[in-house]
């Protein structure tokens, strides 16, 4: 099993910066992939970046040039930094780890981009 723990969160002003952390344990030599979704008030939670084990990555258009995605191997920890934040982007942001078929979870981490 793997177990998630994001970090990171909070409420910063529009073009302000953030970096979420994803700190993972247990059984973390049989990730595959890992990734960052988000879900806003009244939203479907919506996929923001993922990184493969290869390093290949992935990101939505929305957050294309602002967010970047990363991992380091040795802390077990992934990355998000957000810059030029914009209220858009305000939501719960939740990491999650893929073993196999088995999708884990974090418990996610609330960023609030202020106006």
């Known amino acids: 099993q793997v177990q998630l723990v994001e970090s990171g969160g909070g409420l910063v002003q529009a073009g302000g910066s953030l970096r979420l952390s994803c700190a993972a344990s247990?059984?973390?030599?049989?990730?595959?992939?890992m990734g960052w979704y988000r879900q806003a008030p009244g939203k479907q939670r919506e996929l923001v970046a993922s990184?493969?084990?290869?390093?290949?990555?992935n990101y939505a258009d929305s957050v294309k040039g602002r967010f970047t995605i990363s991992r380091d191997n040795a802390k077990n920890t992934m990355y998000l930094q957000m810059n030029s934040l914009e209220p858009e982007d305000t939501a719960v942001y939740y990491c999650?780890?893929?073993?196999?078929?088995?999708?884990?979870w974090g418990q996610g981490t609330q960023v609030t981009v202020s106006s």
């Open positions: 999650n780890a893929l073993v196999g078929f088995k999708l884990t």
């Open positions: 247990g059984n973390i030599f049989s990730i595959s992939a």
């Open positions: 990184i493969a084990s290869g390093g290949i990555t």
